[in-house]
């Protein structure tokens, strides 16, 4: 199992072995009966009785294969195996030094600097699925190799009483100096590189879980053990040998196995003894979850041992009282036997990855009801998926895939670490914990597996970082994650995307902002609320279809609502027109057009800013309002100062007096508003952007024409002042901006509305009744208020004649 793997060519080795139990130690040890507690514990006898009753473990017997050392027994059984035997059969162990410059190496192991110690049952078991492939590789060559069985298979047993685990292969097995060369050295340059990446690793803070970078392989075993026994037999060889090493020693021992119940027709078996603060390991069920986790999809069958259990019905004693009453009774024709139903438990083998990967299947003999199931059972989600793509990559690097769209959210955008993409290596689970390495950030709500063959076994985050195979397996992922969702936004089922839109148009548009690379694929899936489209999303392409041939810009216009946008003063030119101009109401949007810059070679213009170009102009009627409107234009620039960079005149208005618009390279007020709502923003930036302001005029609008007439006969009149700061005040705000000082906006306001108004109706009171007496007496009516005398047309007073009515009680206001 071990010799047959190149992994553990480049391990680190071990930094310490133990000693061999000698011939003549072996042959004066007397037999002596073990029960872990009082002697003949009843509990002990029913777990022997399991034991003895289990299948043999490649053709050796399960008590050989639970035999525990040191005394720790079960049942009756001798302390040293080599006592039943003759100890002059038995050659004495040779000891062997660990090569010198792996110690170091040892010492971080054992002193377990590593926090995910469950992954030493994933290098184990890949070691012995390495065996097994390379025994099955050379059987199509050499088929006597397969003489002595041609099962290939990985048993997993464990003993929690005394914290064992033993994991048994049929694969190639190893001869002698198959095991001094695996197991007693390490490559100089796997050394070398696990000690720079660990020096770097400490020096910059990081996690050192370095395990299963450069080759550790077999001795990730004593991240969890104190001593590893290795027994192995190779079909080349008629001998079977026995590898020992202990943690706190740098030698280790080799000796021939001459005990005939510890004889194994082929392959490797390893005796793991777990430290006493790892035999949570040695726990059946905790064995199991790990071989699902880590080594489902293992080609070859793992079997764990485990307790079951049938039920049955055994008679019970009943109580004689009860006999006795119930024959008295002269009904009773014929007594029944009582029963109980009981558990019989029972061990046995396991079978536990036998689910077969749905990714090496053809897609084409998949069907959607099994990529649902898959993908629910996988990622615990409990609804469909949106969508899915099974594929296979070849060429520069292979390797193959599911990707899934799920149809509810679980991630937020500023999520980093999501546990979404499960990488597998030659189908042993590898991590899911990644951070940008097979796919960014804004694809990260994108579930799936990936299965590669090129990637080392050992690989880690750094290796995934540097490795030009994980840059080429990103940029396909992500290429068929957008072919995916494109799929979506084409289906017939205009639903399916409307909620995958709700779900992740956000992610979308960060990748707009982020990758530019892909701009591309990602611009066709947007989707924007326009100025026709009845408050429904539509797509960058829709927006093109609609395009008046004149128009050759994408206009578009940010703002903080979908009702600010529509009734922005820059869309009244455009809609005049009918142009359709994209309203972009998500903080996000603005960022994400700007990133994108163009789509089919279309500009998007940002409408709210100078220099718009609307394909109408008329230069020589430009060039008389400019000459009719210019001293007005210095005369406002003039009051107005520093607040704005120049006064134009607008070519965007229609029914507006003025607007203010932004400079072409400076913020917009959607950007404005953001920007100042940053608590870590750059003032410094803030002031100099907002200085960047053009206000601009519309010269067939009353209020300007009444302006002009002011700045040329009376330019420092206070009121035509007072005028000019009121009407750029409310510019900012319909234009999007705030004022700086909304208190004193207000004041002027209210001056000009009591100027406006005052005395307008105080003739109202004079026109009042003083009694309804009076009005009989009296019937020539005063004139209406001013209100009603506009409101109701001229009619000739119609002479009447006086009635003459008894007095009595009148309501007020009611006449006779």
Known sequence: ??????????????????????????????PRLVTNGAPGAPQQQKRLLSVLGAPKVSGTSNVASLKLMDGALIGRRYESSAAAVDSTDMPPAEKHEYQAEVNRLMDLIVHSLYSNKEVFLRELVSNASDALDKLRYLSVTDPELLKDGPELDIRIQTDKDNGIVTITDSGIGMTKQELVDSLGTIASSGTAKFLKALKENQEAGMDSNLIGQFGVGFYSAFLVADKVVVSTKSPKSDKQYVWEG????????????????????????????????????????????????????????????????????????????ETKKEGDSETQTEKKKKTKTVVEKYWDWELTNETQPIWLRNPKEVSTEDYNEFFKKTFNEYLDPLASSHFTT???VEFRSILFVPATKKEDITDRKTKNIRLYVKRVFISDDFDGELFPRYLSFVKGVVDSNDLPLNVSREILQESRIVRIMRKRL?????????????????????????????????????????????????RFFSSQSNDELISLDEYVENMKPEQKDIFFVAADSLSSAKNAPFLEK???????????????????????????DKKFVDISKEDLDLGDKDEEREKEIKQEFSQTCDWIKKRLGDKVARVDISNRLSSSPCVLVAAKFGWS????????????????????????????????HEIIKSLNVACRNNPDDPEALRALDVLFETAMISSGFTPDNPAELSGKIYEMMSSAIAGKWSSQSQAEPASPLLQDAAPQAEPASPVLQDAAPHVEPETVEAEVVEPGPVESGQQK
């Open 1 to 30: 199992m071990l010799g047959a793997s190149r992994r553990s060519l480049c391990a680190a080795a071990a930094h310490g072995a133990a000693s061999a139990v000698s011939a003549d130690a072996a042959s004066s040890v007397q």
């Open 246 to 321: 202990q943690a706190d020693s740098g030698s280790y021992t080799i000796r021939e196995e001459n005990d005939p119940e510890k004889r194994i027709p082929r392959g490797t078996r390893l005796t793991l003894y777990l430290k006493r603060d790892d035999k949570g390991f040695a726990h059946p069920e905790r064995i199991q979850k790990l071989v699902k986790n880590y080594s489902q999809f293992v080609s070859f069958p793992i079997y764990t041992w485990q307790e079951k259990g049938f039920t049955k019905e055994v008679e019970v004693d009943e109580d004689p009282a």
């Open 394 to 396: 070849e060429g520069e």
């Open 478 to 526: 992500v290429r068929k994650a957008f072919d995916m969702i494109l799929g979506i936004s084409c289906s017939e089922n205009r639903d399916d995307y409307e909620r995958f839109w709700e779900n992740y148009g956000k992610f979308l548009k960060l990748g707009a902002m982020e990758d530019k690379e892909n701009h591309k694929r990602i611009a066709p899936l947007l």
């Open 574 to 600: 455009l809609t005049e027109k009918e142009f359709e101009v994209l309203l972009l109401v998500d903080p996000m949007d603005e960022v994400a057009i700007q990133n994108l810059s163009s789509y089919k």
């Open 669 to 700: 007020a959607n950007m404005e508003r953001l920007m100042r709502a940053q608590s870590m923003g750059d003032t410094s930036s803030l002031d100099f952007m907002r200085s960047r302001k053009v206000f601009e005029i519309n010269p067939e």
